[in-house]
């Protein structure tokens, strides 16, 4: 992770959506009210309300909407009685209902003068209402609460209050031209316009006067307030667990992404039969938001829907080059805005699109391009916020754990800097064992402060290339070779104090020395066992130790006759010192072996330390944390494995069951049946009530076998057989069920020709009676769910590629079958276009038809057809191994091919065999994780990122670079 140092002094813009959220606070002055003999009234309500009286406010009401119904000012009365509401309910939570049940009642009463404009606000409430207590309607079951009467709305299920919001919604825009007639700026006591806001860069959060006129241009009337609710709404993707009939994927290609005009003309519910397709509600609803604006002489409320559609498209749009047309259509909407303000948020918001593609520069130049344009804009501080993003300095440091020969580097991970200073400080490894962290990045304060205020054994500078094109850089900086064996801090800083403001400081921990603690891949263990030489109850610890190699860095060869110690931490967090438990001396093949005592297994965690004497010098080294697995492994198993005659029981029938009583000892490996051994069958109902038992003595080999008489009026579902004896368990499960044989039965045939992306599949169901006639005249529905799997070497090039998801369902209908039985059911095999071509997705079409007859008897048949962009698979096998005593040697190939249903094709193609190069010597291999060999576990000369160290100027340490 990148630290850039425009964070430390740069007070971040704070960008909001808040999608019409009930104003509740409200900064001085804020919050126009209506001009009249009740302006004094209202200034006082307002006042009340800003400064949280909310009781006081609804006693300054009394009177004042009856004073404007007898003088016909309508929307003085609504805003009085939305606003009664809102001081009555003003102390409640927001999960609390009350507020929606109460306008409500009020609308019902109501003149028909203001409904319009309460049916807003209720509109309103209720979509918050919901965003408050999502999680509540989330989790609930579905279909809890029938009744659809809002005093219950607090536990419904979240299909009722979706349909609910939609409705609210829907009424809301029905009478838009009266909402149009009222003003925002008269109306934000009640409603917040919900527009883009930019927050002050003294870090409050409260708006500017400048902030609530944005605002208000942006959403002028209360119809664009309700419009940008609803657009929120369909936006955020609800759909009340309804599953869509026909997933609608608009292409980045198409009118989407393109200019106003093409968007206005585009008919996207033509394209799709899912009616209630959030995304086509969402371009719908755009479409008459902007033709609401359509000839305004002020462009702003135009340009801002516009702007919101393109940055919600984008997030939509799939297929390929959606990132193109995404920055395209911002750069025509740049070009139409000209020289209005909110082009510069165009800017904004291309120059953050060019800088997650990788190309600062340009991002620097267009955000740069803005500040010039409207520096006070809103744009404009998101411009300047991007140009620091972009400027600020970073550093990281990248090193191998141990320093020996051969010599590794210090490789420094910057940007916009020019030089960087290191030191190397003194370290000590058993006094952070001590202090129960042997892992060097768990660094306290304390910690940080003692590594920077000690004095260094080396200091030096390195002078590393500027970057001008703002992208990261890694310059690697030669180690200091004479430092004695030990353990060290490695310190670098972007300025030569190593100061803790506006600076960056990362730091590594390493060892010089020139062993190599190489621990067994497998994990520790302790086997538990039962009984042993204790006291009764004991554990015997069984088998388990640590055991692992050192060898000489430099050579290579084990070490022998070195010490190896470990070193446990207490499971007592209030003694975390680690202390010396056990030690073990190197074999002459430099292998160490340290067993696993009882005081060890009690323990939470093992370190393991080494020191050995090379050429006169002594020698340490330390590894990291291991935890000791520990389970228990029982002597000896008895169990009883039963069957039952048939899957499937009716009510009256007879259950006959067979089962064989055996023991195991796993660790002997012997297996025997359990011979003349009493059991007990115990036979139980869907309830778990005992109905019956029956005792048996196994016969010679173990076997034991009887009936069970279920009762006519037995209780469908889960039933049971469970065995019992000595030490003996088993069973098996019965199912109860009332069911009648099937008269016919649907067939899916596999599809004629080849399956090819993005053309029609047909595929053709026969219904026939088992006795071979046709099912004439039968009801068909049958419906298409697009499921995609990868190869496994997706995995490596395409690793954010999706495991798995829900099934979409691309296409649905219904039919008939015919005089012959026959039906056909014709999709689309439409692709996933937001899956990459050159991952080689596979597309599973899963097709489920669904036959009734005249009598109602149902039945069903399911066939997955599989299309992919490249219609066939090849396979290349051979042995693993391939040994030549002398010259060449003969290798055979098997390659196959087949269609990707599995089906053998024929297909023709050309083999190409590449010999390795052989390399001169062992490749070191790069520690530092920047190339194609990446040691993620084991060794001691993996490489390790840094620690930052610094203190930030906002008085925090900052975390791992």
């Not at 949280?52 to 309508?74: C, H, M, N, T, Y």
């Not at 120059?351 to 190309?359: F, K, P």
Request: with cysteine.
């Amino acid at each position: 992770m990148r630290i850039r140092v425009s964070h430390l002094v740069v007070a971040s813009c704070l960008v909001v959506f808040l999608g019409g959220m009930l104003a509740m606070r409200r900064s001085p002055g804020e919050g126009g009210v209506p001009a009249g003999p009740r302006k004094a009234a209202w200034q006082k309500i307002e006042q009340n309300l800003r400064e949280g009286r909310p009781k006081s406010a609804a006693a300054a009401l009394e009177g004042l909407v009856e004073d404007a119904i007898a003088d016909g000012a309508w929307a003085e009365v609504a805003r009085g009685i939305a606003t009664r509401v809102l001081a009555e309910t003003g102390d409640r939570p927001a999960d609390d209902p009350e507020r929606l049940l109460r306008l409500d009642a009020a609308i019902a009463v109501a003149a028909p003068q203001t409904r319009s404009v309460l049916e807003t606000v209720a509109a309103n409430w209720t979509w918050n209402y919901f965003l408050a207590n999502r999680w509540r309607f989330a989790q609930r079951t579905r279909g809890g609460v029938a009744s659809e009467d809002l005093a219950t709305i607090a536990e419904w299920d979240l299909p009722l209050i979706i349909a609910e919001i939609e409705r609210r919604f829907e009424r809301a825009l029905g009478d838009a031209e009266s909402l149009k007639l009222l003003p925002t700026e008269e109306w934000r006591a009640i409603l917040d316009p919900g527009a883009i806001r930019v927050g002050r860069l003294d870090g409050k959060n409260g708006d500017s006067p400048e902030d609530v006129a944005r605002a208000v241009a942006m959403r002028p009337t209360l119809w664009d307030v309700v419009m940008a609710n609803a657009v929120a709404f369909a936006a955020s993707g609800e759909r009340g667990l309804v599953a869509p009939e026909d997933v609608f994927e608009p292409d980045a290609s198409g009118p989407l992404l393109r200019s106003r005009d093409a968007f206005l003309a585009w008919d996207a519910a033509a394209e799709t039969s899912d009616v209630a397709s959030p995304v086509a509600k969402a371009v719908m609803l755009y479409q008459t938001w902007l033709r609401g604006h359509a000839g305004d002489a002020d462009p702003t409320p135009g340009l801002a829907i516009d702007l919101e559609r393109i940055e919600w498209a984008g997030e939509v749009a799939v297929g390929e080059g959606v990132e193109e047309q995404r920055q395209q259509a911002l750069q025509r909407f740049i070009e139409e805005a000209g020289d209005h303000p909110l082009a510069t948020r165009g800017r904004a918001a291309l120059a953050e699109r060019l800088l997650e593609q990788g190309d600062p520069t340009a991002a620097h130049a267009l955000a740069s391009e803005g500040v010039a344009a409207h520096p006070a804009s809103a744009g404009g501080a998101e411009c300047r916020n991007l140009i620091a993003r972009i400027e600020a300095a970073s550093l990281e440091l990248a090193t191998e754990r141990t320093w020996a020969e051969p010599w590794p580097v210090i490789r420094a991970n910057y940007l916009n800097l020019a030089r960087v200073s290191l030191r190397v400080v003194a370290a000590d490894w058993e006094e952070r064992l001590e202090a129960g962290r042997p892992e060097w990045q768990w660094l306290e304060a304390d910690d940080r402060r003692k590594i920077l205020a000690a004095k260094p054994i080396k200091a030096f500078a390195a002078d590393i290339p500027a970057t001008p094109d703002f992208r990261s850089r890694s310059h690697d900086i030669p180690v200091p070779r004479d430092l004695p064996p030990g353990c060290y801090w490695v310190l670098a800083s972007a300025n030569e104090t190593f100061s803790d403001s506006d600076n960056v400081v990362s730091g590594c921990f390493v060892w010089v020395s020139r062993l190599a603690l190489v621990a067994d891949t497998a994990e520790p263990t302790a086997v538990e066992r039962e009984g042993g030489n204790g006291p009764a109850g004991a554990r015997d610890l069984g088998d388990g130790e640590l055991s692992g190699h050192l060898v000489d860095i430099r050579t290579g060869e084990p070490l022998a006759g070195a010490a190896v110690d470990a070193f446990v931490q207490p499971r007592n967090r209030q003694q975390q010192a680690f202390q010396r438990t056990a030690s073990a001396t190197t074999d002459a093949e430099g292998r160490y072996q340290i067993r696993l005592t009882g005081d060890m297994i009690s323990r939470e965690s093992v370190v393991l330390g080494a020191t050995a004497v090379l050429d006169g010098v002594t020698h340490r080294i330390g590894a990291g944390r291991t935890s000791i697995r520990r389970y228990r492994r029982p002597q000896r198993t008895r169990s009883a494995i039963v069957v039952t005659d048939r899957g499937i029981h009716r009510p009256g029938q007879t259950v006959f069951y067979k089962g064989i009583a055996c023991e195991a000892d796993t660790r002997g490996g012997s297996y025997e049946a359990l011979a003349d051994r009493a059991v007990t069958v115990v036979f139980r109902d869907a309830n778990n009530r005992e109905l019956a038992t029956s005792t048996h003595q196994t016969n010679s080999r173990g076997s034991f076998h009887g009936t069970f008489a279920i009762p006519p009026s037995a209780l469908p579902g889960q039933w049971s057989i469970s065995v019992q004896g000595e030490r003996v368990v088993g069973g098996v499960a019965v199912r109860v069920e009332e069911y009648k044989r099937p008269k016919f039965l649907v067939e899916l045939a596999a599809p004629a020709g080849e399956v090819k992306l993005a053309a029609d599949v047909s595929l053709e169901g026969t219904a026939s009676t088992y006795t071979g006639l046709p099912v004439a005249g039968g009801s068909v529905s049958w419906e298409v769910e697009r499921e995609v799997r990868f190869a496994p070497w997706c995995r490596w090039m395409f690793p954010w590629l999706p495991f798995g998801g829900e099934a979409a369902r691309i296409a649905h209908g219904d039919t008939t079958t015919d005089a012959e039985g026959r039906f056909e059911v014709l999709f689309p095999a439409r692709p996933d276009l937001s899956l990459p071509r050159d991952a080689l997705p596979v597309f599973r079409y899963r097709v489920k038809a669904t036959v009734t007859d005249a009598s109602g008897e149902t039945r069903q048949d399911e066939r997955v057809v599989n299309a992919g962009y490249a219609p066939v698979e090849a396979e290349v096998t051979c042995d693993a191994w391939q040994a030549a005593a002398e010259g060449p040697a003969d290798v055979e190939l098997t390659i196959a091919t087949t269609s990707l249903d599995g089906e053998p094709r024929a297909a023709s193609g050309t083999l190409r065999v590449a010999r390795l190069v052989q390399p001169d010597a062992v490749a070191r291999g790069d520690w530092l994780g920047e190339g194609p060999f990446q040691p993620w576990r084991g060794g001691n000369r993996r490489g390790l990122r840094g620690r930052c160290l610094c203190r930030a100027a906002t008085g925090r340490w900052r975390g791992a670079c």
